[in-house]
């Protein structure tokens, strides 16, 4: 029997699997995708993220997979510099950094299963959970079989199927605002320096980096309800250029037939009221989905890891009761909520100036002019907006 099960191989669930097994727990860990190149998958790891990976001994599989620092932010308002800020921001802090998931999931799966006690089951769905006497015990995967466990992790992300079997609710967020997500061709201007430029000019707003993928920009285009989405790549190309600086939409235009057909990102945000039932815990998206902004879910789920393997590694190595290993669950969700309860706040915060812009266009004009003349104050206020959803609200340290 499997002390642990995880189902999910995300970031969540591969840094977790590897933390319990060097640390003698065994695991099996189930995903339901044959292999990691899945349509969309966030690459940006706050200074909060990459601690927690150099914390858990990962920085040097991080330095062996694609990945690629960012030098500045920069805001770009009517088609002019607002301002602009060189990253790191803080001293002694890590650079945000895009890594590309596949490669670094595979580089963990593997390190894992250098361990005898390391399970790892591909391609396999789980179906429903496993109950005795009102307790999760296991799961059941979609082939017939059935995995006993002391402990099931749900780490399967925000459309949680172990969310939804262990009849854990997700309460939502009003939201507003999706994003479509383009690539395209990159070019000298954006390789020569990797900065992440937002841009903002009239009602429409997008940024633009170049991501860890070689030779390709992404692009997050805010899409407001009831806009066209249905355009050719020469319609976008054009509507790119239309709110960019000049040297930023030739390139657009030139690059139009590189431009893929968008990723449309239905924003999903919430928390759950409990994030754990006996046997049983949730952790990152599928315990708390963040808003994009900010690049917050892949890290502060990784904190989550953090305080998972602080409460699991030690129940899990003595002869607990039940009882016992339910209450370490319980410690997590206490330890971890204050943080993702703030983080959520600051996205929210974020998302509404955004909507100030587009909803109030009369005072549009007259807000633009008055940034102009602001533009230091209102640098040194992004700035320190920004450092929560950087570094983190709360102390997290591997205590095991």
């Known amino acids: 029997m499997a002390q642990v099960v995880i189902v999910g191989a995300g970031p969540t669930g591969t840094t977790l699997a590897l933390l319990l097994v060097k640390r003698g727990i065994t695991v099996t860990l189930v995903e339901a995708a044959a292999d990691f190149h899945r349509v969309f998958r966030g690459e940006g790891l706050m200074p909060s993220g990459l601690d927690a990976l150099a914390q858990m001994g990962l920085s040097a599989i991080l330095e062996q997979v694609p990945h690629l620092r960012f030098d500045a932010w920069e805001v770009i308002l009517g088609k002019k510099s607002l301002f602009r800020v060189e990253e790191p921001m803080e001293t002694n802090t890590y650079p945000c950094t895009l890594v590309s998931q596949p490669p670094l999931l595979e580089a963990l799966i593997a390190e894992s299963q250098t361990y005898a006690k390391f399970e790892f089951i591909r391609g396999v769905s789980v179906k429903d959970l496993l109950w005795i006497d009102n307790r999760i015990v296991g799961v059941k995967l979609g082939d017939g079989r059935e995995i006993k466990a002391s402990v099931v992790v749900g780490a399967d992300g925000r459309n949680s199927i172990i969310r ?8 939502r967020e009003p939201n507003d605002i999706n994003i479509l997500w383009f690539k ?6 954006f390789e020569s320096e990797n900065v992440f430029y937002a841009i903002s000019n009239g009602d429409k707003s997008f940024g633009v980096f170049h991501g860890a993928e070689e030779g390709k920009l992404h692009l997050s285009w805010i899409l407001f309800t009831n806009e066209e989405i249905e355009r050719k790549p020469a319609q976008w190309a054009s509507v790119f250029a239309s709110i960019a600086p000049s040297w930023m939409a030739e390139h657009f235009l030139k690059s139009a037939d590189t431009i893929t057909r968008p990723i449309k ?16 815990i949730l952790l990152g998206d599928a315990a708390h989905p963040m808003s994009p902004i900010r690049a917050q879910g892949i890290n ?4 989550d890891v953090i305080i998972a ?7 899990l190595r003595s002869v607990a009761p039940n009882a016992a290993i339910d209450e370490a669950l319980a410690r ?7 943080e993702i309860i703030r983080a959520q706040q600051l996205q929210a915060e974020e998302a509404t100036q955004a909507e100030i812009l587009r909803k109030y266009a009369f ?4 807000m633009f002019q008055v940034a102009r003349l602001f533009r230091n104050k ?10 929560d959803m950087r570094v983190g609200v709360t102390q997290v340290q591997l205590n095991v």
């Open 363 to 366: 005072i549009r004009p007259l």
């Open 164 to 171: 939804r079997s262990a009849g854990l609710h997700l309460d």
């Open 300 to 303: 502060v789920a990784l904190r």
């Open 265 to 280: 990102l239905s924003v999903v945000v919430g928390r759950c009221q409990k994030w754990y039932a006996p046997g049983l």
């Open 332 to 338: 997590i969700q206490a330890e971890r909520e204050p």
């Open 378 to 387: 209102i640098r040194q206020s992004w700035i320190s907006r920004q450092h």
């Open 184 to 189: 395209l061709a990159s070019s000298p201007q």
């Open 309 to 315: 393997a602080n409460h699991l590694v030690p129940i």
